[in-house]
């Protein structure tokens, strides 16, 4: 993130915290987790030991007592990192952090008028989850109706990735409960004074019966003219324990790409994916649950699917076993290129084989393992097979302390850490102001 | 120091103190014997008398001041008794405020169970003892709160429900089995404030961060091996190209092309100078059975995970207008974009100068 950018966010938040004063928040929830992992990473032939530090910290203040402005609360969110030991790859040198969220947002007039300012995500509609440093302003002048809208500098992610210098979008919903709503949107993204993303997109989530909920979902590149992510679903639930989804979804991949960047201009793309999901809780004790989707691409087609059984063996032990497929058969193209591999019939994927459980042997004390067991359809690095295995413990020290420990122990064809120690801290209190009388 | 040593430094610095001034919080508590006052016959209302007006939860005066009290211990105050009733009589202090973020109007409950306060406090603390409000189900037995559970209508009593470590299991919102990995973002996308009843954006961010987040999510939560929401849970490494291909957008959505490319160069997997390790087979620059023009017009998301550096970018050098590489347009493209279009936009000015 630059400095340009760090100082407008502060700024932002600090115009934002000067707005309700005199005032105080009564509730402040804080969780602030430590991260201490250990692990030998083995790069260009060397191995490398390194040790990241990683400090979490969230803190939320709520009730805020003020005299303009209702609902008033703040959301704060960072992490900081030391490193230790050799640097890791994906590290910026010695140390990084950064300020992930940190607004705040209250309402106005009898709650016809919400607003978020500050480092936020926005969300709904066309705006998916847009990171911004700016405001988020929510209109309800009758009920039912309303009219979002929201505008600020994007948010540059931690590995400097040019996704839009400033973006502005608005919504309009209608919302008849709270489980269904019709939405039409708008975002305009610039890069570079360039425009990166421009899309309008139509929303839905309806509940026509209690048991049935049909959702939609299109999102048209108003630059392209052409839709750059369409989606129907619907999803049954015949039986409080049984649920079922069936799903088509159609993405344009290259519309994903900056249209400011150069590699917008040399290709069209499209996928498809059609299929459905189940999961069924037979009893108390038993339950299953699965997905396949078939997937149609220009150059190839496949499916991916995945059957689970769960097994909840007494109060205190769950146990299951999933099992994985995913199969593309891709254009001979895929074949020569050579970073990409497949078989001599042109088949990618793999088969995977996942055993599961937790147990908790207190109720302070949790156990849990996961093994894993990826066959490749073609050879990776020369190797069809990889095995991976985790095994944690977590220990709930008291209501604001916990504490966990795992260890994670692979066998994989590429070069990972294979051997790695991950143990955690968290300290998650509450704060409750007194009451002065 | 750096910039971000610095945030670094001051995030755990203030994690450290944060810690301290909370932990400082142990303190007073007052001591009430509500068993021992019922049974001599001390009505409820003859120290909360004020909730027969009280509206609203946490309004001043509903527990009794220390005058109320005194009105029967001034006797055990004067003889400095203080441990009757503060738990630390050497640091007294008023009552603990505990969360209060439900909507309660006392006044109008009290008429409704004829004044009856067992009816919903069925247990009274004791001293020492944490003060437990009425479950959820004791609500529930009334017939308007229950329409009120089934139609959504939460914002009837809950202020704020993300504090509470709810999860639907059935009804409109449940979260089944996929429902993160496939179908939470439909929902969101339509129904953000429905999402807002239960969660708020720290919740989001450890996902989607603002910034892209320090450690995977199957990192931080290596014990939830029964969550679907571990994209990169197992051998993801192995897995990354052909995951990739089953979902061209999947990698897009969080990850930039400086991130695939600092991993390639760290593990010198570049086409640099020879390098035997190099992506790209014999031939790839060439044109024939081997060339990188297929793969481009394919999937153009793979070129741009490592060679998207704006005017910079590779492709540039050969494919700018009068270059060796000739027209990279594809039919499609030229259908839909005329020449006069150039001058409106700098990035055909790239190649187009």
């Given at each position: 993130?630059s ?5 407008r ?34 790069r ?31 959301v704060?969110?960072?992490w ?10 994906f ?9 992930d ?13 919400d ?29 039912d ?37 019709v939405?039409?949107?708008f ?20 509940v ?12 048209l ?5 052409r ?43 499209r ?26 691409t220009?150059e ?18 769950t ?6 497929e ?15 591999p497949?078989?001599e ?6 088969y995977?084989?996942d055993?599961f ?38 220990y ?12 994670v ?29 | 120091?750096?910039r971000r040593?610095?945030?670094?430094v001051?995030?755990l ?6 810690g ?19 049974k ?6 003859t ?10 939860l ?16 001034q ?32 006044a109008?409950h009290?008429?409704r ?17 944490t ?9 529930m037995?009334?017939h ?15 202020e ?10 059935t009804?409109t ?5 996929d ?14 404030a ?28 290596p ?35 400086s991130?695939c490319?600092s991993?390639?160069?760290a ?67 030229l ?8 001058r409106?936009n700098a ?7």
């Amino acid at each position: 993130m630059s400095r340009e950018r760090t100082g407008r966010a502060l700024a932002l938040l600090a115009l934002a915290l000067t707005l309700p004063l005199p005032a105080r928040a009564d509730n402040v929830d804080a969780t602030m987790t430590t991260l201490v992992q250990g692990f030998q990473d083995l790069r260009d032939g060397q191995v490398h030991s390194v040790v990241p530090i990683i400090e979490l910290v969230s803190v939320r203040g709520t009730d805020i007592q003020n005299s303009a402005v209702d609902d008033l609360s703040f959301v704060l969110s960072g992490w900081g990192a030391l490193q230790l030991g050799d640097q890791f790859q994906f590290a910026d040198p010695g140390s990084g952090g950064d300020l992930d969220l940190a607004y705040v947002q209250g309402s106005e007039f009898d709650k016809h008028l919400d607003f978020r300012v500050g480092r936020q995500l926005v969300t709904g509609g066309s705006a998916q989850v847009l990171p911004i440093d700016g405001a988020d302003v929510t209109v309800t002048p009758v009920k039912d109706f309303g009219l979002t809208a929201y505008g600020g500098a994007i948010v540059v992610p931690r590995f400097a990735v040019a996704e839009g210098d400033a973006a502005a979008g608005a919504r309009a919903f209608w919302r008849p409960s709270l489980t269904s709503e019709v939405g039409a949107s708008f975002v305009d993204v610039l890069d570079q004074g360039l425009v990166a993303r421009q899309e309008a997109g139509l929303d839905a989530h309806v509940v026509p019966l209690q048991a049935l909920t049909l959702t939609a979902y299109a999102l048209l590149s108003t630059i392209d003219d052409r839709l750059a992510e369409g989606e129907l679903s619907a999803t049954w639930q015949p039986l409080p324990s049984l649920e079922l989804t069936g799903e088509y979804r159609r993405t344009a991949p290259d519309l994903f790409i900056s249209a400011a960047s150069i590699f917008s201009v040399f290709a069209e793309e499209r996928q498809d994916e059609v299929g459905g999901s189940g999961s069924w809780r037979i009893s108390r004790w038993f339950a299953v649950d699965g997905d396949f989707y078939g997937i149609g691409t220009e150059e190839g087609w496949g499916h991916r699917g995945r059957a689970r059984v769960k097994l909840t063996a007494g109060p205190t032990t769950t146990v299951g076993l999933e099992g994985r497929e995913l199969l593309l058969q891709l254009a001979p193209a895929y074949g020569v290129t050579g970073f990409i591999p497949v078989t001599e019939a042109g088949e990618n994927g793999y088969y995977a084989a996942d055993l599961f459980g937790t147990c908790h042997f207190s109720p302070a004390l949790l156990a849990a393992l996961d093994l894993e067991d990826y066959r490749f359809r073609a050879p990776v690095n020369g190797q069809s097979e990889s095995y991976d295995g985790t095994i944690s413990v977590v220990y709930d020290v008291s209501k604001l302390w916990q504490v966990s420990l795992a260890g994670v122990e692979a066998v994989t064809p590429l070069v990972a850490p294979n051997t790695e120690v991950i143990a955690r801290v968290v300290f998650n209190p509450t704060v409750s102001f007194r009451e002065h009388k | 120091m750096s910039r971000r040593a610095a945030i670094a430094v001051a995030l755990l610095a203030g994690a450290s103190c944060a810690g301290r001034f909370l932990f400082g919080q142990q303190a007073d508590r007052i001591l009430f014997p509500h068993a021992r006052h019922l049974k001599e016959g001390i009505d409820c209302s003859t120290c909360h008398d004020k909730l027969y007006d009280a509206k609203k939860l946490g309004e001043s005066g509903v527990l009794p001041s220390e005058a109320t009290c005194l009105q029967c211990h001034q006797d055990d105050k004067d003889k400095g008794k203080c441990g009757m009733c503060h738990s630390d009589p050497e640091h007294p202090l008023s009552y603990f405020r505990e969360d209060r973020h439900l909507e309660m109007n006392h006044a109008s409950h009290l008429e409704r169970v004829k004044e009856d306060c067992r009816y919903c406090h069925q247990v009274l603390p004791e001293p020492h003892e944490t003060f437990e409000p009425p479950k959820m189900a004791t609500c529930m037995t009334c017939h308007n709160h229950q329409v009120d559970y089934e139609n959504g209508r939460c914002e009837v009593c809950h202020e704020d429900l993300t504090r509470y470590p709810l999860q639907p299991i059935t009804g409109t919102f449940s979260h089944g089995d996929d429902w993160v990995k496939r179908r939470h973002m439909t929902a969101a996308r339509s129904t953000t404030a429905a999402c807002q009843k239960c969660h708020d954006q720290t919740y989001c961010s450890n996902c989607h961060d603002a910034q892209t987040v320090p450690i995977p999510v199957e990192t931080r939560y290596p014990e939830k091996v029964n969550d679907d929401f571990q994209i990169h849970r197992g051998d993801w490494l192995s897995r990354h190209s052909m995951e990739a291909l089953a979902d061209r957008t999947m990698c897009a959505r969080c990850h930039g092309p400086s991130f695939c490319t600092s991993c390639h160069t760290a593990q010198n997997l570049t086409p640099a100078g020879g390098n035997p390790r190099n992506p790209h087979p014999p031939g790839w620059a060439f044109p024939g059975p081997t060339s990188h023009a297929t793969a481009a017009r394919d999937d153009i998301g793979s070129c741009q995970s490592c060679h998207d550096q704006g005017p910079a970018s590779d492709c540039i050098q050969c494919h700018k207008v009068g270059g060796i590489g000739g027209n990279p347009h594809p039919a499609s493209f030229l259908a839909r974009h005329t020449s006069t279009e150039i001058r409106r936009n700098a990035m055909c000015l790239y190649c187009h100068r």
